[in-house]
């Protein structure tokens, strides 16, 4: 035995102490199925007493084997398979002795190590905040293998098990004990053993699970009663529409919920367990687990930060431009607990943007996720100001005016003429070239870009963008406080639009120049078929038109600066005509859409003069027109040096901009499409509809030479 140590106390119970060597968390694989079923047959050759699940590291236990999971596959389905029917013959074994099972939960217990505390017949908690509980496995595309779902149906019914595993909630000690899954809890680590012990003295007669008591029905009914059957057949509808159905997980669930609740114990584990590895065989939770686990904590373990700088916690900083960016930028800031100094021209300016942090906090209290001493304390971070004096002793200055490079310009000297001299000087720009930008720097190397995306307050993600002459140390700052803000922060070389927005505005033109060939409903449709949260041509209308008019305008100086050929996308003839027409956005009441003051929008029906009577297309070729454009437009940034890795790409592309997540991202995508399949149906888009289309060099190459992103 390796992972579980077998011991027996004076008291005559068995302690099953979860002990993975050389690892900092215990996991649910090939190694603790074997032991689980080792200890489990010793124990019923013992006379025991009763049995004391716990853990000796900080965690209760992390959960199953990622690895084992991603690299799972048609061929080898069946070895995770047959972990399964060990596991749970082993957890049924040990919840049928009739003798009391106890789970003594000391820190987070979440997917696998919940699923291991269900098959206990009480189980106590350290009651801190470090404790977390749930089975958040449709977060990777797969379900609660171990037994989660048909325990969690039969303890709280379908209704209230529903959000908890097909959404993957995570909750705390309290909410555990307010739905009935945890029933005792104890103020210190030191408190469990004791409380375990104490409550299996008190157990006179024989325990079962609540499912094994004669006359047992789950709570709330199963499907074929009335008050079940009324509501069912509209949930699956509900859980397809956040990712459009193309996340099968939510609906997985669901299914081996509603069929394993209509039969035995037993029986319920097995259908779930077929589901299980269903799912882990398929290719979306491949890419989710490769994406939004592997490469997500390699950014967040700090894989590309520069390793030889020390870390730096910041106290105070600045935000330059009080609009909608600089507001969320400087709440961002101050809900951190980071002293931030919000400068606009005036102090009224910088007042209205405080007033964003104080309508943010006014509906968190109204929610009760906040106290009025926390909201006071956040608020008195933000120091509004018309002085460009009060930014000599912030750590960094963070720049969000207009994007203009003149007046960014002329805000970069004005700053550095009283920042000290070791402070970053961080540009909020999204499509301005930082090295350009850093010109008008008399300290370039303390000049880099740092892009946050609207609004502030919800997205994750932070782009930081290396200029030729940026430091690492100014890196390696931007990545610390990125940490610090709880957002991912992703890093790339400097170019026009960087790497987000250069492929965002990809999206946006090819959804334009779509309508030469499509319906507008159709290709918004498309969108949405795909799993993008917004179609290409309401997400245009939220960001205005004039925006991509002002980067062309941007791109074609650089190009005449450079002696370079300004190539134009076929949707801009469409976009120039709309502003032409005064159809400029959201902001203007009528783009793309129609905005009417009372009603819903809608799609304008002029539109359809942008279409040509004698094209036909096929909806799988407005699907993959979108999709393709921004993955063959992401690997031009790898082939030209503007990613540093695979993982800021995929990342990037699903936090920053739309990308849909099933893919796992837009490098990913290609990945999983096979990279020779991907450059053939790139070929037909080619000859079909223009030559930007035509996949990089790199990517040939690659497909050559057998390799993957």
Known sequence: MT????????????????????????????????????????????????????????????????????????????????????????????????KPVVACINGAALGGGFEMTLACHHRIAVNHKKVKLGLPEVTLGLLPGG????????????????????????????????????????????????SAITWIKSQTEAVYQPWDVKGYKIPGGTPKDVNVSQTLPLSPAMLNAPSKGTLPAPVTILAAMVEGSQVDFDSAANIESGYFVELAKGKISSNIINTFWTQL?????????????????????????????????????????????????SVENAENGKDYSRKLLKKQLERGRTSQDKVDQTLALIIPSDDVNDLKDCEMVIEAVFESSNLKAEVTQECEAVMGEDAIFASNTSTLPISE??????????????????????????????????????????????????????????????????????????????????????????????????????????????????????????????????????????????????????????????????????????????KSSDTSISLNDIKDRLLFIMAIETVRCVEEGVLRSTGDANIGATYGIGYPQWTGGTLQFINQYGLNEFIARSKELTKRYGERFIVPALLINMANENKLF
Request: charged fraction near 20%; include cysteine; proline fraction near 3%.
């Open 147 to 194: 037994g989660g779902i048909t325990r969690m149906v039969r303890l709280l019914g379908l209704k209230t098990a529903m959000p908890l595993l097909t959404q993957g909630k995570i909750f705390n000690v309290d909410k555990g004990q307010q739905l009935g899954l945890i029933h005792q809890t104890v103020n210190d680590e030191s408190e469990l053993i004791n």
């Open 297 to 345: 904590n390699e950014i967040k373990s700090g894989k590309n930060r520069p390793s030889d700088i020390e870390q730096q916690s910041f106290k105070k900083v600045a935000v330059i431009g009080a609009g909608m960016m600089g507001a969320g930028i400087a709440y961002a800031c101050a809900i951190k607990g980071i002293e931030v100094v919000l400068k606009d021209v």
């Open 3 to 98: 992972t579980i140590q077998y011991q027996k106390d004076e008291n005559n119970i068995v302690h099953f102490i979860l002990d993975k060597p050389d690892s900092s968390a215990n996991l649910m694989d090939l190694a603790f199925a074997k032991d689980l079923a080792s200890v489990t047959a010793q124990l019923l050759q013992d006379n025991f007493d009763g049995v004391i699940v716990r853990s000796t590291k900080s965690t209760f236990f992390a959960g199953g084997d990622i690895n084992m999971l991603a690299q799972t596959n048609e061929e080898n389905a069946g070895e995770l398979y047959q972990m399964l029917v060990s596991l749970k013959a082993s957890m049924r074994q040990l919840e049928t002795t009739e």
């Open 437 to 610: 930008l850093a010109k008008a720097s008399k300290r370039p190397k303390n000049f880099i870009g740092l892009h946050f995306f609207s609004p502030v307050d919800k997205m994750q993600l932070i782009e930081i963008i290396c200029g030729e002459k940026s430091c690492p140390r100014a890196l390696a700052l931007c990545y610390d406080i990125s940490l610090q803000l709880g957002k991912t922060p992703i890093v790339v070389n400097d170019s026009r639009g960087f790497y987000t927005s250069r492929v965002f505005t990809t999206y946006v033109k090819e959804g334009a120049s779509l309508l030469k060939d499509a319906a507008a409903a159709s290709i918004e449709n498309a969108a949405y078929l795909n799993g993008y949260p917004v179609g290409p041509l309401a997400v245009t209308d939220e960001v205005t038109l004039t925006l991509f008019e002002k980067i062309n305008a941007e791109a074609k100086a650089d190009c005449e600066k450079q002696g370079t050929a300004y190539i134009t996308h076929p949707g801009d003839e469409i976009l120039y005509d709309m502003i032409a027409n005064k159809r400029t956005g959201k902001s203007a009441g009528q783009g793309f859409y129609q905005y009417p003051i009372d009603n819903k929008k809608s799609l304008w029906d002029g539109l359809k003069q942008y």
